[in-house]
């Protein structure tokens, strides 16, 4: 049986295919890019709080902003949409190319285009992507994407670390971008979809804020504070860790998705037999004390015995937690483009409380308190419904 057979036997259509293939040259061109901005913005202006802003400004540009992008995707449709977005995800990496010419002119135009981009791409993404997946074969469908796109992943960080030896960032800028372009190929081959985004910009933050979508929003601020913590510190903790070089920063990087690739595969049929809400549970407590455990890292090889344990950990949570996401977002019908719109903002909403929070913290305490923040932030991610 080949590939493709797999793929039509899990209901893959010709769209979702090209869905995810454009997907995935996006993945793996950030995946290059996006491990080593927080470090070489730390080492550019020697200041985390400068680093913090990047991110905080980004974040919030987008939770105001994305109800227009909403209104946008509804007048020019989902594929326009996305194609749009790739434009302006050239533009960011390009002020990275250029930063050092004017670091405070493509300091802004790498948050206005990062603003763009996201408002343009994800929520025609997700609300894309939640209509393409087969309600049957949902779970099946996102752990074989999750794998292929694992596999990219393993080779992301080494090929950037090798980069920055030999030569700069602004070469992993171009790398990223370049690879980027090809997701055009299978992006203009989607079909022209169309979903009306009902809510006004005022009706949107009011059902942002109500008392109904509560338990949910906090659940996605969880979220995003514990992404942008994985993404933002835990890279610049590792860098100081390894004395601050890029290749062993890149070589154990891609060995720990290697070992999460390999454990996915075992385990990860096992793990479809028991019910998503429990697998959540378990996920949650795992996830926390490996956050915990990270705090106490001092070596390479406690880097990788903490992280491939944090791997399992989010494998357990996250195997259940993206298919129920998915789910609740399909069993919305139409309202599929503002239940993603209210999770969106929720999960960015969080990172900008998270990083404001970590900013003070940060006066005090060591880089680790970040941690701390996320073994608790995790904790509520059980909210979800």
């Known amino acids: 049986m080949t590939i493709l057979d797999n793929y039509k036997k899990l209901g893959f259509s010709k769209d979702l295919l090209n869905l995810f293939s454009g997907k995935l040259f996006l993945n793996f061109g950030a995946n290059v890019f996006s491990l080593f901005l927080p470090i070489f913005l730390y080492k550019y202006y020697n200041n985390i709080y400068i680093v913090i802003l990047f991110f905080i400004l980004s974040s919030l540009l987008y939770f105001i902003l994305l109800p227009v992008g909403a209104r946008l995707m509804g007048e020019i449709n989902i594929k326009n949409s996305i194609i749009i977005s790739i434009f302006f995800r050239l533009i960011f990496y390009l002020s990275f190319y250029n930063f050092l010419n004017n670091p405070t002119l493509y300091f802004i135009l790498a948050i206005l285009s990062l603003t763009i981009m996201r408002n343009t791409f994800w929520l025609p993404y997700h609300t894309e992507l939640a209509m393409l997946t087969s309600k049957k074969n949902r779970g099946k469908q996102f752990g074989l994407m999750w794998s292929v796109s694992a596999v ?166 996250r195997t259940s937690l993206d298919t129920f996401v998915y789910e609740k977002a399909a069993d919305r019908g139409h309202y599929i483009d503002e239940y993603t719109v209210i999770k969106e903002m929720a999960i960015h909403f969080g990172k900008v409380v998270s990083l404001i929070l970590i900013s003070f913290l940060l006066l005090f305490f060591p880089i680790q308190v970040s941690f701390i923040v996320a073994s608790i932030a995790v904790l509520f991610i059980g909210l979800l419904r």
């Open 152 to 317: 990219l992943s393993i080779i992301a960080p080494i090929v950037a670390g090798f980069i920055l030896e030999k030569w700069s960032f602004s070469v992993v800028a171009i790398v990223a971008l370049l690879v980027s372009l090809f997701s055009l190929l299978f992006f203009v081959k989607l079909p022209e979809n169309k979903e009306e985004y009902s809510w006004s910009f005022k009706e949107t933050f009011q059902y942002f804020f109500h008392p109904f979508n509560r338990r949910m929003v906090i659940a996605y601020m969880s979220d995003g504070a514990i992404g942008i913590i994985r993404f933002l510190f835990w890279p610049l903790f590792i860098f100081i860790i390894l004395d601050e070089q890029y290749r062993v920063v890149g070589l154990i990087t891609g060995a720990i998705v290697l070992v999460g690739v390999l454990l996915r595969l075992f385990i990860g049929n096992l793990l479809d037999k028991f019910k998503k809400t429990k697998l959540i549970k378990i996920g949650i407590i795992l996830n926390s004390t490996a956050w915990i455990i990270k705090v106490g890292v001092v070596s390479a090889l406690q880097i990788f015995l903490a992280s491939t344990y944090h791997i399992l950990a989010l494998i357990v949570l």
